[in-house]
């Protein structure tokens, strides 16, 4: 037998129909042999009726015989009240090798007995009793030969056998039909489709169309179409992705020997007699070393992965202030858009001075851009203080609070910018920086009257 759906259900649906044919085989010929066998006693009887008829002796040999023909057995007897009433007889009674008495109903017993007619030997001379039908007799007795009885009970069986195997072949030929077309076509698309997907995953005319109208098959297409929706988008985004590492990491290569040079330049600001410019060129300095230092480790890591933290007891407010400077400039007490640095000056935490600065300028400059950009002025705050066994430092603004899209994909790269010249790296880079220092960043509230993020270090 072949392995294939359809061979083993065509074989499996001959097996059923022929099982079940072989299960009525049985009763359908014990029923057709003790029919055949009544009908037998029923001429017997019409033809002794004849006779009975007829005045006593005035029957020859020559007719009783053809009587005898006629009913197809060999003696006919006739009981009445416990005595023969008629006995017509060839001229030389054979032996006889079975008695079947056929007055009780159909049973098991003559189930058993179809099976011996049937495979008895040949030239069995029987005998059968029977009830007459309707009469005054008793019962009708005849003998016959068995030959005629296993004829016609094998041509029977022949017969049910080939009606079996004329219904299941039919059935067989439906159900292949039916299989085919419902379950191996549509198993073959899918099948065929999974390999023309994987030769190339990314084109957008590979992924399956649910086409089935049978409804498993139809899941199957519904599933296989949202994985592979899916497979792509990921690995377009992976290639995306990719594409801007490489990006990133020729900015960081080049974009260093520009800051490099420009660092050079700034230490000749320490020459200068200008007080302004004495003060201001060491915070410029200091931010080109870090802006360097950011280059360097982008490029060594290959990849927009932070570096490990390096973290040491440091003066928050210090920090602050530097991020603060850097946002703001200016220094001017009665601008539109001002910066305050509420945090107390003795505070300290453990904390990659570097990482948190980034931390800062991201959350400043964010709430900087809200109140640009809705043009209007307002204060940011830092905040800071000491909670159970961690810092907690928040920034604040009166600002306009955060708009649906970047609440919906806070903390997500790329997904939650919602300015028109932001890249929506700064939340989740502060997040992951904040997390690498086994601390929290979460967003405390956002609402029309201003935004608040929180800063959870361990102490
Ligand atoms: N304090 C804030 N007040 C109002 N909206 C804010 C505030 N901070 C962030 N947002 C909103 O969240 C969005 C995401 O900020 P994020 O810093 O991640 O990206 P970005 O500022 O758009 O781009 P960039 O990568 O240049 O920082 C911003 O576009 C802005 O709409
Ligand atoms: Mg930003």
Known sequence: MGRSLTQRLVFLTLVAVLAMEALIFVPAVARFRLDWLTERLAMAQLASLAILATPEGALDDDLERELLDRAGAASIVLRRDGTRALVLSALVPKPIDATYDIRAPATFRSMLDVMVSLNAPEGRHIRVIGRPDPSSLDEVEITLDEAPLRAA??????????????????????????????????????????????????????????????????????????????????LRERARLAALGEAVAKIAHDLRNMLASAQLMAERFEASRDPLVRRVGPKLIGSLDRAIALCESTLRFGRAEEAAPVTRRVALSALVDDAGENIFPEHEPDAAIRFENRVPPEMLIDADPDQMFRVFTNLIRNARQAFESAGRGGVVTVEARHGDACAEIDVADDGPGMPTRALENLFQPFRGGARKDGSGLGLAIAHELVAMQGGRLTLASSTTRGTRFRITLPA
């Open 153 to 234: 009970l094998w041509l029977y069986a022949q017969r049910i056998f080939w009606l079996s195997l004329i219904v299941s072949l039919p059935t067989a030929v439906l159900i292949f039909t039916l299989v085919h077309f419902l379950l191996v076509r549509p198993m073959k698309r899918i099948v065929g489709n999974m390999a023309h997907f994987r030769e190339d995953p990314e084109d957008l005319m590979r992924v399956i169309q649910p086409r089935s109208r049978v409804s498993e098959i139809a899941d199957a297409e519904r599933e296989l179409n949202s994985l592979q929706t899916q497979v792509r988008d990921s």
